[in-house]
């Protein structure tokens, strides 16, 4: 499996940034695909993930009603749609899924997951 993200940038607080993860080599049609991210000093966590099969979507609380998550099948890209941005959501962003990942939740550091996108770094000034 490959994931690729793409989209980061420069933004000022209240802005907005649209994260792609173009992947590729499932094998089996029931993954899911989460957002994580980190801060420099400061853990990995998770953000949102999707549920490719049936749409189901999970976010941290601290994104709720910002981010939101999809999924264009057709394009194998996954997206991360993030308005209302703070300078605390910077950090570098990365797209990861895993065999037995089953997003019944976002909140995680990701410990565990196979694969893994390089990430992309999201910057948002105040």
């Known amino acids: 499996v490959q994931l690729v993200e793409s989209g980061g940038g420069l933004v000022q607080t209240g802005g907005s940034l649209r994260l792609s993860c173009a992947h590729s080599?499932?094998?089996?049609?029931?993954?899911?695909i989460a957002w994580f991210r980190q801060a420099p000093g400061k853990e990995r966590e998770g953000v949102a993930c999707?549920?490719?099969?049936?749409?189901?979507?999970n976010y941290i609380d601290s994104v709720k009603g910002r981010f939101t998550i999809s999924s264009d099948n057709a394009k194998n890209t996954v997206y991360l749609q993030m308005n209302s941005l703070r300078p605390e959501d910077t950090g570098v962003y990365y797209c990861?899924?895993?065999?037995?990942?089953?997003?019944?939740?976002?909140?995680?550091?990701?410990?565990?997951?196979?694969?893994w996108g390089k990430g992309t770094l999201v910057t948002v000034s105040s």
């Open positions: 999707i549920r490719v099969d049936d749409g189901e979507e």
């Open positions: 080599g499932f094998t089996f049609d029931d993954y899911a």
């Open positions: 990861s899924s895993d065999p037995l990942f089953a997003c019944i939740a976002a909140e995680g550091t990701g410990d565990g997951m196979d694969w």
